[in-house]
């Protein structure tokens, strides 16, 4: 079978020079398979082969057109076959920088291709891996669209599993456009499908993390950190990259905890040893800087570490959260002995900027952190002694409340009497 030497042969060129693989892949798709189930296989290793060549070579243009090529191929191969080889093809664009809006183009063609083949569930399963694209290209409105109609078409046919995976993405995008009780809905949604099957581990760390990234947002870090050790397992035991994201979320949760002193202990644990790497070394960085509530070392961990914090959003978000907090702290701190202080003596003393610092003042003042004025002629902080509360009125009322309830009683006795 000269296919099958070909193949062999490929397969060595390809480990030296995957550019001169590529016309021996391409001669073994162009030659006619006919019904020979070895060479039908050996063409669909070709095709693989051939996309992974134009994937390291970073060609998204010759990958693309391979897919809308391969399509008589793939009208040849068993239909379970076909959903995964589709599929693998799309995700090989994943490792291609700067190909997100191909990737979604080349989906939706395939997507209208499996229409007019009439493949419902290769279709349900592409329009899944769509509404994820959408959602990595902030395209939500799109996202919602399709899930919309998605969700009407699986209910109806009851695919749990492809239901459990659109309602999490649903939450997702839910969650970025920051509607906190659709995404918690969504989820909810997720979990009561997620029930009814058997849900692979994969999926249920991804239901787990997208728990605790909403419990996150509550402010409940203490049941975000016991889901994110979940998810947490659940990676590390399929060796995903996902996982390292996981551990950063828990290392987060104890820093806005307060429990910086537990970061030790959860990075000597067994499940996290294998992660030690710049990510964890960026939290720890910002768990020291809380602990010694230090906005210089805070500023100088975001600086150092800018990739590692801040192309996260979730990370992001609660450490700008979190830095407000730090910097409430240290501004009620300095300003306590002082009646009366110069704006410029306060931003001398944290290091920042004077125009910051008073805008946060203001913004304390509004907030009845503190009681006191901005005087921007003179440019000071005037500080008022917190005056106690007086309860006359609200003791009045009371009282009041307590004689209306007196004289009721005692007119519902009389009525009885008469």
Same mark, same amino acid.
């Given at each position: 079978?000269?296919?099958?030497?070909?193949?062999?042969?490929?397969?060595?060129?390809?480990?030296?020079?995957?550019?001169?693989?590529?016309?021996?892949?391409?001669?073994?798709?162009?030659?006619?398979?006919?019904?020979?189930?070895?060479?039908?296989?050996?063409?669909?290793?070709?095709?693989?082969?051939?996309?992974?060549?134009?994937?390291?070579?970073?060609? +998204?243009?010759?990958? *693309? &057109? !391979?897919?809308?090529? %391969?399509?008589? @191929?793939?009208?040849?191969?068993?239909?379970? /076959? #076909?959903?995964?080889?589709?599929?693998?093809?799309?995700?090989?664009?994943?490792?291609?920088?700067?190909?997100?809006?191909?990737?979604?183009?080349?989906?939706?063609?395939?997507?209208?291709?499996?229409?007019?083949?009439?493949?419902?569930?290769?279709?349900?399963?592409?329009?899944?891996?769509?509404?994820?694209?959408?959602?990595?290209?902030?395209?939500?409105?799109?996202?919602?669209?399709?899930?919309?109609?998605?969700?009407?078409?699986?209910?109806?046919?009851?695919?749990?599993?492809?239901?459990?995976?659109?309602?999490?993405?649903?939450?997702?995008?839910?969650?970025?456009?920051?509607?906190?009780?659709?995404?918690?809905?969504?989820?909810?949604?997720?979990?009561?499908?997620?029930?009814?099957?058997?849900?692979? +581990?994969?999926?249920? *760390? &991804? !239901?787990?993390?997208? %728990?605790?990234? @909403?419990?996150?947002?509550?402010?409940?870090? /203490? #049941?975000?950190?016991?889901?994110?050790?979940?998810?947490?397992?659940?990676?590390?035991?399929?060796?995903?990259?996902?996982?390292?994201?996981?551990?950063?979320?828990?290392?987060?949760?104890?820093?806005?905890?307060?429990?910086?002193?537990?970061?030790?202990?959860?990075?000597?644990?067994?499940?996290?040893?294998?992660?030690?790497?710049?990510?964890?070394?960026?939290?720890?960085?910002?768990?020291?800087?809380?602990?010694?509530?230090?906005?210089?070392?805070?500023?100088?961990?975001?600086?150092?570490?800018?990739?590692?914090?801040?192309?996260?959003?979730?990370?992001?978000?609660?450490?700008?959260?979190?830095?407000?907090?730090?910097?409430?702290?240290?501004?009620?701190?300095?300003?306590?002995?002082?009646?009366?202080?110069?704006?410029?003596?306060? &931003?001398?003393?944290?290091?920042?900027?004077?125009?910051?610092?008073?805008?946060?003042?203001?913004?304390?003042?509004?907030?009845?952190?503190?009681?006191?004025?901005?005087?921007?002629?003179?440019?000071?902080?005037?500080?008022?002694?917190?005056?106690?509360?007086?309860?006359?009125?609200?003791?009045?009322?009371?009282?009041?409340?307590?004689?209306?309830?007196?004289?009721?009683?005692?007119?519902?006795?009389?009525?009885?009497?008469?």
């Amino acid at each position: 079978m000269p296919s099958v030497s070909t193949i062999a042969q490929a397969e060595e060129v390809r480990k030296t020079s995957p550019e001169q693989a590529i016309p021996l892949y391409q001669s073994i798709l162009a030659a006619a398979g006919g019904k020979d189930v070895s060479a039908r296989n050996d063409q669909e290793i070709a095709l693989l082969k051939l996309a992974q060549c134009y994937r390291d070579l970073h060609r +998204p243009n010759e990958l *693309a &057109a !391979l897919i809308h090529d %391969s399509r008589t @191929l793939i009208t040849s191969i068993p239909k379970a /076959k #076909t959903a995964k080889i589709i599929r693998t093809l799309i995700d090989y664009f994943s490792e291609i920088p700067n190909t997100l809006p191909l990737q979604i183009e080349v989906c939706k063609e395939t997507i209208q291709w499996t229409i007019q083949e009439k493949r419902i569930f290769l279709k349900q399963a592409l329009e899944t891996r769509l509404i994820a694209l959408y959602l990595d290209n902030k395209m939500y409105s799109d996202s919602l669209a399709l899930v919309g109609t998605l969700l009407k078409e699986l209910k109806k046919l009851d695919d749990k599993m492809v239901l459990v995976e659109v309602q999490l993405l649903e939450s997702r995008v839910c969650h970025a456009l920051h509607n906190l009780p659709k995404a918690k809905a969504a989820l909810t949604s997720a979990r009561t499908s997620a029930n009814a099957i058997y849900c692979p +581990p994969l999926l249920q *760390a &991804a !239901l787990d993390m997208q %728990s605790g990234i @909403l419990h996150a947002e509550e402010k409940d870090y /203490k #049941t975000g950190f016991s889901y994110f050790y979940e998810t947490l397992e659940g990676y590390s035991s399929l060796d995903d990259p996902r996982a390292i994201s996981a551990l950063k979320y828990m290392l987060l949760c104890k820093v806005m905890l307060n429990l910086s002193d537990d970061i030790q202990s959860i990075l000597n644990s067994k499940v996290a040893l294998k992660y030690r790497g710049v990510e964890v070394e960026a939290m720890k960085a910002i768990a020291s800087a809380h602990n010694n509530r230090s906005l210089q070392e805070f500023e100088q961990a975001l600086a150092a570490y800018r990739d590692e914090l801040g192309n996260d959003p979730i990370i992001r978000n609660h450490l700008a959260s979190l830095y407000d907090k730090l910097l409430e702290q240290n501004l009620v701190r300095v300003i306590e002995p002082f009646s009366r202080v110069e704006i410029s003596h306060i &931003a001398e003393i944290i290091k920042l900027p004077a125009q910051q610092v008073e805008v946060k003042l203001s913004q304390m003042i509004l907030d009845k952190t503190f009681h006191g004025v901005l005087d921007q002629g003179a440019g000071c902080l005037v500080v008022f002694e917190e005056t106690p509360v007086d309860k006359t009125y609200e003791s009045a009322l009371d009282t009041m409340k307590n004689m209306a309830n007196v004289v009721e009683s005692l007119y519902e006795k009389a009525s009885k009497l008469s």
